[in-house]
Every structure is written in structure tokens, then in C-alpha cells.
């Protein structure tokens, strides 16, 4: 019952409050543009920083978790040449790239390791019926579908027998699938690459990335590769591992010139280097952690037994893609939050903006607060009224402002290419603090309002 009598007392209080903001439409919408464009920026700056947050993590999907890649590096692999103290170059060192034994030696001997694939990518056309279609053929073991949370749409991947006996076996993206199998299901069917029949086992199932994924993490899309056993790849399409008799003949002209005189040096150098394509056997290896706090040690083992296999020639790099990721988000939640600050520096603006207005709406009703009070309003009711109107100004600010701001998210993901979410959580506290700006800022005024003294205010 109590209740209900403070409901009846002070429900009059936000109708008048109420009735003031209708009667004075401009002035309360100029009151309310800071709360609007300030709610607006923290809502569109809440949504980059949750898009930034889901793209770093479908990134790590895309990279795999707790995953170490090795790369070759633009370091020519072969003789190294140093400066002796007689000034004459000689060879002292010899690397013979990245390797399938690399790939071995990196599972059998490291504890932390659960899984490693090699990988060997190369540019093919795939033939079937006349039709040629380009594609990026790529060898790899049966691990690399789960390395990297690949997941099959259709059929199986290859099994140990398959991967051990190089097999022409194949997994094929969606775009091959579309390209040669649009009316009929591929598995079972075969598809020509080279001179080589490829039976087709599996479909991979299409997923999106990020251009930028791509870009720094050196992954791409799996919609137009055909995956191979590593060891078919090597032994049906190319090992580049394998002696080139070109190659043995240039180093040989070489080392004679050597013999001869100190410009054979130079042709020694140049004859030992090959195209970046032919440097090494493997284009990278992906190797899983059993957890993500040996990582760093990991990579550290691995880098130093590479080092010792390759004669200390640093001819590979050693990247942990998910602490670069996480690296990344933790630079953009420092980013995000410098954003939100300066964002909501509006909001305080605008509040002052409020208590101003409400300031000046005091001087200039000064008669109608104390002719309330003459005919029994207390200083409760005068307090209501006046916080009750700065707090629906800036609560009707506040759910234009979230309009604006989802409009404004979702232009900067059209015009700029940024991904952005509008979380219900950014909703929910722009407009708690609209609500707690009309409030916090419309006191003052309020008691203010309150204060004056109902003769004195008559007087004006």
C-alpha cells in the first residue's frame, strides 16, 4: 500500500517532468545530442573490438591450436661460404633444406609433440572430360586435417597404408568438387593431375577465411587444392630432394673454375644456388603441441635441432601462429580500450551538456518551481521532476544513440572492410550508462530546483 501511494505521489511528478521536455522539443533534442553521438561511438567502438576478437580466433581455427609452423627462408640452401685469414673463400657448410627427415626426426625425438605434418605445395592442372581447371596440388599426411580443423564433408582420408605407399589417393576442395563432380558424388571417381590418375577418397567441407589469415599467417583456402599423401606427391610428382644432373654438372664447371683461379669462386656460388622453389623438399612443416604453455620451449627444441641437422644454417624460420594471434589481441584490446575512452569522453560531455540545460531550465522556471511548492509540492517532488526530465532526455538519447551505433557498426564493416559485432552486452551498458548520465549529471539541477525558496522564487 505504501508502495502504491509513493507511485501515485511521484507518477505526477515524471508526467510533468514529461510534459516539459514536449513542450520545449528542440531544446531537449540539442540536450540529448551528446548522449547520442556518445553512445553511438562506444557501441560502433565496442563492435570493432568484438569483431577484432572473433576474427583472431576463427584465425587460430584456421591455424590450428597450440600449432608450430616451420618455413623455409629466402637462405640458399647448399654450400655456405666463409672468409678464411688468408682471404680466400671456402666452402665449410652444406644444408640440404627442409626435409621429410626434418619432419620425422621432429616426431620421434621431441616429448611435447603430439602431431606433425610436412607439406609440399605445388601449382597443377587437373583434367577430367576436357575440362582443365587449375589447381594447388598438395601432399601432406593425415594428420594435417586435424592440425589445422579441417573437416571432411563427404567420404575419408587417407589411412596409413594409403600415406606409407604413396598411394594416388586424393581429398578434394569444393570448388574441384563443383568444377568436375556437379551432378554426381566424386567419391570413387578419378581425376587426372599430370600424368597421374588421382582416386578421389574424400571432400573437404567449404569454410571462409580472412584475406588478412592469408596474408600473415601464410594460410589460404582449402576450396580449390587437391590433398595427396606426402609420399605420392614424392614419388608420383616431384621430390625435390633428388639430385638434378644439371645442377651437379654446373657445380662441377664450377669447381674447376675454382681450382683455377679466384673468380671460380664466384661461379662456385653462383652454380650452388637454385630457383626458392627447388631449395627445398618441404614447404613447411606443422607441428601440435600437447599444451599451450610448451609452445615457446617447443619451438626453441625445435629451432636448435634444425639448426644441427641443417649445419648450423639457418635456412628455415620457426613461427608459433596462435602466440602471434593472441600478441595481436591483446595489442588490439589495449587499442580498443584507448577508443572506448576517447568515446566516452563524449558521454561525459554530453552529460555536462544535460546538467547545463537543466541548470539554465531552473533560472528560467523559477515561478512555476515556487508555485508548486505554494500549493504543497516538497522539495522530494521538485527533485523528481527535475531528475526525472534530465533522466528521460538522456535515456531517449541513449536508444537513438544505440540505433545510430548499430547503423554506424555496420557502415564501417561495409565502407572500411572491418569486421564488426554488435554484442547485446555493449546494448545493455550503453544504455545503463545513458540512464546513469541523466541521473548522476541531473542531481545537481535537481537539487538545485529544490533548494530555491518558494516566496523568493514567486517574486521573479
Known sequence: MHFKNLFTRYFHDVVIAVEAILANKMKSLLTALGIMFGVAAVIS?????????????EQIKLVGVNNIIVTPSDLAVGAEETQMSSGVSSVKRFSPGLTLLDAEAISATIPSVTK??????????????????????????????????????HGAIFNDEQSEGGFPVCVIGDNIRNRFFNTQNP??????????????????ERRDFTASASDEMGISSTDNKIFVPVKTMLLRFKDRARVNPEVLEGIAKGGAAYGASSAGTETLASSTETKSEDKHQLDKIIVQVDETEYLSASADIVKRMLLRRHSEIYDFEVTVPELLLKQQQKT??????????????????????????????????????????????????????FLSESTLISVAGGMIGIVLG???????????????????????????????????????????????????????
Open 45 to 57: 567502438m565496442l563492435a570493432i573490438g568484438k569483431g577484432a576478437q572473433q576474427e583472431v580466433l
Open 116 to 153: 606433425v605434418s610436412p607439406v609440399i605445395s605445388l601449382n597443377y592442372h587437373a583434367v577430367l572430360q576436357g575440362k582443365s581447371y587449375p589447381v594447388v596440388l598438395e601432399g601432406v599426411s593425415y594428420n594435417y586435417f586435424e592440425l589445422l580443423n579441417i573437416r571432411l564433408d
Open 187 to 204: 567419391i570413387g571417381q578419378y581425376i587426372k593431375c599430370g600424368q597421374t590418375w588421382l582416386k578421389v577418397i574424400g571432400m573437404v
Open 332 to 385: 588490439n584490446d589495449i587499442f580498443n580500450i584507448v577508443l572506448g575512452a576517447i568515446a566516452s569522453i563524449s558521454l561525459i560531455v554530453g552529460g555536462i551538456g544535460i546538467m547545463n540545460i537543466m541548470l539554465a531550465s531552473v533560472w528560467e522556471r523559477i515561478r512555476e518551481i515556487g508555485t508548486r511548492q505554494a500549493i504543497g509540492a516538497s522539495r522530494k517532488d521538485i527533485v523528481v521532476q
Open 406 to 460: 548499430v547503423v554506424l557498426a555496420q557502415l564501417i564493416q561495409a565502407m572500411a572492410d572491418i569486421k564488426t559485432i554488435v554484442s547485446l552486452f555493449s546494448i545493455v551498458v550503453a544504455f545503463g550508462v545513458s540512464a546513469s548520465v541523466g541521473i548522476v549529471f541531473g542531481y545537481i539541477p535537481a537539487k538545485r530546483a529544490a533548494e530555491q525558496d518558494p516566496v523568493e522564487s514567486l517574486r521573479h
